[in-house]
């Protein structure tokens, strides 16, 4: 068989796949190839994370976040009913501790509306009878169309889709780098990986953890680096249906995490977390797992210099992140946003996730929004965090516009 592609994509995730499906719908008789390191796709962000279909009213309204949360909400939703992957459509309440984030309220309402989201401001009865154990300060905020689904189940779905469409999956094969390119600057890329060398006549970077040091390969992500930090959520033993709905904080707008929260998953069991721990090498999910010693000297010393110096405070936020290793502590988060929340019901830690937030190091700021890079023969996926998931089918649509508008 020959490794000769059209397209070639870097990255088995849901956007590797989706953009996949999208290309084939536009151009059906190129061939397109998903170079995938592991043995099976979805091994990463894609399939470890929360499962939340989010509705979209955090971002603001000139962001690529609030431009495709909406449709993308709507979207997966309608992906999962129509092939039978189990969803539960329950809402999210957003509760108020306090008098202090009351005023936060009205900024979420106004960006709702701003981004066509369905939100309604209830009063703290009204949160109630959606959820009986909920606690909140005078009043809330319910979004209808939040709902939650088994990640993989989605992953394992899209990626049977792609098979049946022609698209070509190479899995257990790591993009090492890439080569002299064939017939100047018009001619194909030669990648490099761990099994055959590949001839790409365009090259997508969807490497999620990885998509910086690909990128770099071509002359992009100059002055961005990912910085990964470790999600963990602790399980409920509690009956389904102990909550019926997902319960959220008041989020601190400036940084892109979303804070302690209860999900309700698919099943109808609930999980609290997830934190957001610095990691300290690309995937560090468990013990000394896949550790790096390169990974861990770049971030360690990257990780010094924004102690010292960062335009969010990153030394409070590694602290009390670190501090939720303890269940104890990550319980007495939960606590305050709903009833009878006992530290004995909480006792399984579920998989890690890694978030691969990209960091701005000129500015040493996070990057709240999408953040893609590119030319007429590659395009590269640079953060596509959180929602990203819930954005995959129209965000995969515009980055293909991209490839589409970048090539005439």
């Not at 309204?61 to 495709?68: G, I, Q, R, V």
């Not at 108020?96 to 009351?102: C, F, G, R, S, V």
């Not at 936020?317 to 006992?342: D, H, I, M, N, T």
Request: proline share 4%; hydrophobic share 40%; glycine share 8%.
């Amino acid at each position: 068989m020959k490794n000769i592609a059209d397209f070639l994509i870097v990255g088995g995730g849901i956007l590797g796949i989706c953009m996949a499906l999208e290309l084939k719908k536009r151009y059906a008789d190129q061939e397109i190839i998903i170079l995938e390191k592991e043995e099976r796709c979805g091994l990463h962000a894609s399939g470890r994370n929360s499962g939340v279909i989010h509705a979209g009213f955090y971002y603001t309204a000139d962001s690529l976040k609030a431009k495709f949360t909406r449709n993308g909400n709507i979207r997966l939703t309608q992906y999962c009913l129509e092939k039978g992957i189990p969803i539960r459509q329950c809402g999210k309440l957003v509760v108020a501790k306090d008098e202090n984030d009351l005023p936060q309220f009205m900024e979420l309402m106004a960006r709702a509306e701003k981004n066509g989201v369905p939100l309604k401001e209830i009063s703290k009865g009204e949160a109630q009878e959606i959820e009986p154990r909920v606690k909140t300060f005078e009043r809330a905020l319910f979004s209808p169309t939040t709902s939650s689904t088994d990640p993989e189940a989605v992953l394992r779905q899209l990626e049977w889709d792609a098979e049946r469409v022609g698209v070509r999956f190479e899995r257990g094969v790591r993009f090492l780098r890439r080569e002299k390119q064939e017939g100047g600057d018009q001619g194909a890329y030669v990648i490099r990986t761990t099994g055959a060398m590949y001839h790409a006549g365009y090259f997508i970077n969807a490497a999620g953890l990885y998509a910086d040091r690909v990128a770099r390969q071509f002359g992009f992500s100059k002055h961005y680096r990912i910085l990964p930090f470790k999600g963990l959520y602790l399980y409920s033993r509690e009956a389904p249906g102990a909550f019926q709905t997902n319960i959220y904080p008041v989020p601190d707008l400036r940084n892109p995490f979303l804070g302690v929260h209860f999900t309700v998953k698919g099943d109808g069991r609930a999980k609290i977390g997830p934190t957001a721990i610095p990691a300290v090498w690309r995937e560090q999910y468990k013990g000394m797992e896949n550790f790096q010693w390169d990974e861990f000297l770049e971030i360690a010393i990257r990780g010094l210099g924004l102690l010292i110096h960062s335009e969010f405070d990153f030394k409070r936020l590694a602290v009390e992140e670190l501090r939720k290793y303890s269940r104890k502590r990550l319980v007495q988060l939960a606590q305050s946003l709903a009833k009878g929340v006992k530290v004995e019901d909480y006792r399984q830690w579920g998989p890690a996730g890694i978030r691969a937030q990209l960091l701005d190091v000129r500015k040493r700021k996070l990057e709240m929004d999408f953040v893609v890079e590119g030319d007429h023969r590659s395009l590269h996926i640079l953060n596509a965090v959180s929602p990203g998931w819930t954005c995959a089918h129209p965000f995969s649509e515009y980055l293909c516009d991209q490839i589409e508008s970048r090539q005439s």
